[in-house]
T-cell receptor
């Protein structure tokens, strides 16, 4: 198994641009989530999904959209990038929801100029 | 939102000594807790977890203690090795969401 994969590893955007961060897992996990990690603030939950077709907001959802059309994929869309969205983004998944061990991807480092 | 905090942002220990990393949480309804290790440039890596119906769980060289009375979680690492140098996060689960602490940076001195 490849586990949780994320692309790209690095991305630089200009303010106002849009882009999609990709996340995929091959473990047949039901639960997938997106976090952002900023210095001194730990990881904060952006959006999560408990299964295909179901998404919900986390702690810091503004400026981001998600969809879950398949079990494997959970893309994160930045609609109009802002410098405040400069961060490292991690995708995670678990088999049986948040009551189960979450496995993290390697992260995407995003810089918005 | 939830408040998950760590008592010490940095910790330095001698190689071979035991390490203790502490974490406080605020939601008494949280029922599942995880400790993660994060090395520079990598995603968090699962170390050990514990559910609220337990007060202690042991793994290989690691032990997690949960004190629900004072809402405190700790991670004990036995015989700390240079490869243990990393940032350690606690996370609590509440209402299908995980809340992470800010992390403790552990440095192992050879």
């Amino acid at each position: 198994n490849a586990g949780v994969t994320q692309t790209p590893k690095f991305q630089v955007l200009k303010t106002g641009q849009s882009m999609t961060l990709q996340c995929a897992q091959d473990m047949n996990h039901e639960y997938m989530s997106w976090y952002r990690q900023d210095p001194g603030m730990g990881l904060r939950l952006i959006h999560y999904s408990v299964g295909a077709g179901i998404t919900d907001q986390g702690e810091v959802p503004n400026g981001y959209n998600v969809s879950r059309s398949t079990t494997e994929d959970f893309p994160l869309r930045l609609l109009s990038a802002a410098p405040s969205q400069t961060s490292v983004y991690f995708c995670a998944s678990s088999f049986h929801g948040a009551e189960d061990t979450q496995y993290f991807g390697p992260g995407t480092r995003l810089t918005v100029l | 939102g939830e408040s998950v905090g760590l008592h010490l942002p940095t910790l330095s220990v001698q190689e071979g000594d035991n390490s203790i990393i502490n974490c406080a949480y605020s939601n008494s309804a949280s029922d599942y807790f995880i400790w993660y290790k994060q090395e520079s440039g990598k995603g968090p890596q699962f170390i050990i977890d514990i559910r609220s119906n337990m007060d202690k769980r042991q793994g290989q060289r690691v032990t997690v203690l949960l004190n629900k009375t004072v809402k405190h979680l700790s991670l004990q690492i036995a015989a700390t090795q240079p490869g243990d140098s990393a940032v350690y996060f606690c996370a609590e689960n509440s209402s299908n969401q995980f809340y992470f602490g800010t992390g403790t940076s552990l440095t192992v001195i050879p």
